[in-house]
Every structure is written in structure tokens, then in C-alpha cells.
């Protein structure tokens, strides 16, 4: 074996347990959203029926997002990727809500249901965890300097 491959192998084997400690986490993140969508489904789908397309939209983003986050750890890209999940997080609160009203068609009566207040506040807990995550990052930042 040549030098340059013997670095690549260990560089290889250096990152092969975060990606399977990042794998696991995503699997088993994906498991529980998978069971929270065998229960959900039967009963919101008739409520709500773009409830199955943004169910899924939110779990594949936040399955990546585990993995991204949880193979970065110990790197400022984790705090990163962390403030990208609480950003996306935001607008699809606003989007999958329609901005606080939901119009729903049960048994041919027609329901409207007003919560943009609810709407304002998980996007202000959304902004306050994305400014502790920046804080966490400057803070890590500071950390690794000295």
C-alpha cells in the first residue's frame, strides 16, 4: 500500500463511527416518527388531507437534519446545521398551518380554525432556540481558540 492510501483508509476509519453513530440516531428518529404516523394518519388525513405530504416533508428534513447535526458533532458545522433546522423549522410552521388558519370539510360541514397567535409564538420559541444555538457556536468558537 502507498502512503496517500494509507492516509485515505485512515481518514475512512476515523469517520466511520460518527456515521454510524448519526445513522443510528436517524433511524431511530425515523422509527418513532414511523409509528407516530401509523397512529396519526387514519385520524388527521380526513381533517387535514395535505396532512400526508407535509408529515412526510417534516420527517425527511428531520431525519437529515439528525444525521447532519449528529455526524458534525464536535465541529462548528454542527451549530450550523442546528440554526438550519430551527430556520426550516419556521417556515414550514408558517406554511403548513397556512399562516394560522386551517380550513378543513367534515361530513359537508365547513370549519375554519384561527390560530396565527400560536403560529407567532412557536416562531418566536423557533427564534429564540436559533439565537441559543448561535450563542452555542460562538461560544464553541471561543473554546477551541484558546
Do not use: C
Request: hydrophobic share 60%; no cysteine; proline share 1%.
Amino acid at each position: 500500500m502507498s502512503k496517500a492510501e494509507v492516509e485515505e483508509r485512515k481518514k475512512v476509519l476515523k469517520l466511520a463511527p460518527r456515521i454510524w453513530k448519526a445513522a443510528l440516531w436517524s433511524f431511530i428518529v425515523g422509527i418513532i416518527f414511523l409509528l407516530a404516523r401509523i397512529f396519526l394518519v387514519s385520524f388527521l388525513s380526513t381533517f387535514y388531507p395535505d396532512f400526508q405530504k407535509l408529515f412526510d416533508i417534516f420527517v425527511w428534513t428531520t431525519i437529515i437534519f439528525t444525521f447532519l447535526i449528529k455526524f458534525s458533532e464536535g465541529t462548528i458545522y454542527k451549530y450550523a446545521f442546528m440554526v438550519g433546522k430551527t430556520f426550516f423549522l419556521i417556515i414550514y410552521f408558517i406554511y403548513a398551518a397556512n399562516g394560522g388558519v386551517l380550513n378543513a370539510e367534515v361530513m359537508g360541514l365547513h370549519i375554519r380554525l384561527e390560530f396565527a397567535s400560536l403560529i407567532v409564538l412557536l416562531v418566536l420559541g423557533n427564534l429564540f432556540a436559533m439565537a441559543r444555538h448561535i450563542v452555542q457556536a460562538i461560544d464553541f468558537l471561543t473554546e477551541t481558540s484558546v
